[in-house]
């Protein structure tokens, strides 16, 4: 899978548009659009922005690990993590630990 497959895909995922991605990514939608309508691979500055607004790392994006290890569940629960917003994942993460607490 290409650099721009790979964007696709983690657009995709998270139901983003192009102008959303390029928004939480803080760069301008001409720079995403001219990726695309160029074929061009992005810089590493401009992936690693990209990289930021999916909640990922340079190198979870480049990682071939694919998500088969993980069971249904698993990948239903990142799928829909990756659609949060900062804020909503340190809701989600306090809740969790209170969750586990409550175990003690």
Do not use: H
Request: hydrophobic content about 35%; charged content about 20%; proline content about 3%.
């Amino acid at each position: 899978m290409d650099i721009l497959e790979k964007i696709t895909q983690l657009k995709n995922e998270r139901g983003w548009s192009s102008y959303k991605l390029a928004k939480n990514a803080n760069i301008p939608q001409s720079t995403l659009s001219n990726l695309y309508s160029r074929e061009n691979s992005p810089t590493i500055a401009t992936l690693s922005a990209l990289c930021d607004a999916f909640g990922i790392s340079l190198a979870q994006f480049f990682s071939d690990v694919t998500s088969s290890t993980l069971t249904e569940e698993q990948n239903e629960l990142l799928k829909n993590w990756s659609r949060l917003s900062q804020p909503q994942k340190d809701k989600v993460t306090a809740y969790i630990k209170g969750l586990l607490q409550e175990q003690l």
